[in-house]
Nanobody
Framework: QVQLVESGGGLVQPGGSLRLSCAASGSIFSITRMDWYRQAPGKQRELVARITSGGSTNYADSVKGRFTIARDAAKNTVYLQMNSLKPEDTAVYYC?????????????WGQGTQVTISS
């Protein structure tokens, strides 16, 4: 059984910062990438940031220069440092990991953590 547990969400004023964490545990091996997605009310889930096993990163245009994704491979943990937050960053943020359970490669999802940007 694989678990992805996110933490670090909350309420912050515009211009503030938050750091999200996501730890993967259980029978997951050879994680090739870890992502952060978000979903705002009434909108589709969108990819925010991605980091591969090789350390390559990708960001949505809307967060470039403000968000930074990092990974601790030894701990199967991914982080999202979010700076200069805007009200439009308000969403539920989900962690995703693509890895093997020993048989097949598949996506695993966390339960989500709420991020609210408001004054």
């Amino acid at each position: 059984q694989v678990q992805l547990v996110e933490s670090g969400g909350g309420l912050v004023q515009p211009g503030g910062s938050l750091r999200l964490s996501c730890a993967a545990s259980g029978s997951i091996f050879s994680i090739t990438r870890m992502d952060w997605y978000r979903q705002a009310p009434g909108k589709q889930r969108e990819l925010v940031a991605r980091i591969t096993s090789g350390g390559s990163t990708n960001y949505a245009d809307s967060v470039k220069g403000r968000f930074t994704i990092a990974r601790d491979a030894a701990k199967n943990t991914v982080y999202l440092q979010m700076n200069s937050l805007k009200p439009e960053d308000t969403a539920v943020y989900y962690c995703n990991a693509f890895g093997s359970n020993g048989i097949v490669y598949r996506d695993y999802w966390g339960q989500g953590t709420q991020v609210t940007i408001s004054s």
